[in-house]
């Protein structure tokens, strides 16, 4: 399969809006996941993308900026999995180990 930019958004999505850290949201496996298999990160917020392109390179995650994305992470996105836990984030997050199972049923992992 060719790889694809997918396009990833940053706050409950890689990061928790209370903590500001991406522990517990388990977002950086996937993404390390993504770019093992051949596929490219890009930055979904413009206002984050130096942020999400550190973490890229701290857990050696392919990332490019300003690519026009095949897919989005986020969850501002209409039926993305979104997961609730209070010690994590004050307000939903992406539920990485359900979107896992997304991307292998559409063959992107």
Known sequence: ???????????NTIVSRTTGSPDGI???KVLKKLSDAGHIITNLESNYWRDLKGLCIANDITFNQFLIPH???SDKCVGCPLISNPNISDV?????SEM?????????L
């Open 1 to 11: 399969m060719e790889g694809k930019v997918i396009a990833i958004g940053y706050i």
């Open 26 to 28: 388990g977002g950086i």
């Open 71 to 73: 897919a989005i992470i």
């Open 92 to 96: 939903p997050y992406v539920d990485w």
């Open 100 to 108: 896992l199972e997304i991307l292998k049923i559409y063959e992107i």
